[in-house]
């Protein structure tokens, strides 16, 4: 799986001959900007769960790890 990921180049479209590993590093900061969650860390979101009421989710982004940063993943 390492070699799959890391070594050989990646087939897709507009990857330019990076690795899919590469390719997912350099698209991260991309991926970052576009989240709409991303507007403010403190953002209160509300989400019904029950009819008729509504409970608050504080959005703490910073505190999950993408794929890229969870060492167990890379390995």
């Known amino acids: 799986m390492y070699n799959y990921n890391n070594e050989r180049t990646h087939s897709g479209k507009y990857c330019f001959g990076k690795t899919?590993?590469?390719t997912l590093i350099d698209s991260i900061p991309m991926a970052q900007e576009k989240l709409l969650e991303r507007l403010a860390d403190d953002q209160i979101?509300?989400?019904?769960?029950?009819?008729?009421?509504?409970?608050?989710?504080?959005?703490?982004?910073?505190?999950?790890?993408?794929?890229?940063?969870?060492?167990a993943d890379n390995l």
């Open 20 to 22: 899919p590993m590469q």
């Open 45 to 71: 979101l509300q989400s019904p769960h029950k009819k008729g009421s509504e409970e608050s989710v504080s959005m703490h982004l910073h505190e999950k790890k993408l794929y890229s940063q969870i060492k």
